[in-house]
């Protein structure tokens, strides 16, 4: 068992509130240059970006996890991160079907940049990403368990679509075991008592990315990147 510093909810320049200088690149890099073991990219209700990140973290000897931010009916942010690519690319073609269509406005709420590896811009999504997905917060989560990822109520003690803002509580019938919120010091949300807890940064800017000392960590098995990728979805899942 090792200890891993980590930062589980970054957006990139797809993310239309997230920053033009969020590469996926960048966030790689920025990551193992504080001090990150493992880092995820969620970008709002898709993926597009994650198999550059992926490819980015493992030049820079990162372990990269794919996920996305998801926006229930509901207004409620859900985290939902997957062990493979291939899996968390499956969930976005989902989720793709279940997206209210508006046209993004760039000059309103930023660029939405798809991007490789290398720091080039391979197209720019038209349609907004930010917005309410059709998909109920029962739904969105029943879908990530279907393409073998794990759902997480995400920055439960932030007012902006969080579960407690927007519900109330947590809903017993989720099922959820895990709880992301964006300070260790904050109190069990209502309905997530027991829980396991996670503290990321929801970063939408470079500065705001965790680095070695201000990371949360966890204690996993594992020495490849694959390996380490397994075993923190499990710990997720289990809640323990």
């Avoid at 917005?131 to 029943?142: H, I, K, R, V």
């Avoid at 709880?179 to 997530?192: I, K, M, R």
Wanted: with cysteine; hydrophobic share 40%; proline share 5%.
């Amino acid at each position: 068992m090792k200890t891993y510093r980590y930062d589980l909810h970054i957006h990139s320049c797809l993310s239309p509130c997230g920053d033009d200088e969020m590469t996926p690149a960048t966030i790689a890099g920025l990551a193992a240059l504080g001090g990150l073991d493992i880092a995820a990219l969620t970008d709002h209700n898709t993926c597009g970006n994650c198999a550059a990140f992926l490819r980015a973290c493992e030049a820079y000897g990162v372990v990269g996890i794919p996920g996305m931010e998801l926006t229930t009916a509901e207004d409620v942010h859900l985290l939902c991160l997957f062990s493979a690519l291939d899996d968390a690319l499956g969930f976005s073609d989902a989720v793709a079907a279940q997206r209210v269509r508006i046209a993004n406005r760039p000059d309103i709420f930023g660029h939405q940049y798809y991007m490789n590896e290398d720091d080039g811009i391979t197209g720019e999504e038209p349609d907004l990403l930010i917005n309410a997905t059709e998909l109920t917060l029962s739904d969105a989560a029943s879908l990530a368990r279907a393409f073998r990822g794990v759902p997480i109520p995400a920055h439960a003690d932030k007012v902006s679509n969080g579960i407690v803002t927007m519900l109330g509580s947590l809903p017993a019938d989720c099922g959820f075991k895990t709880v992301e919120y964006t300070t260790e010091y904050a109190p069990d949300a209502p309905g997530a008592e027991g829980l396991f807890r996670i503290c990321d940064s929801d970063a939408h800017y470079p500065q705001d990315i965790r680095d070695g000392e201000s990371a949360s960590f966890m204690r996993l098995p594992g020495e490849t990147a694959d390996e380490i990728r397994a075993a923190l979805l499990r710990r997720l899942e289990e809640g323990k």
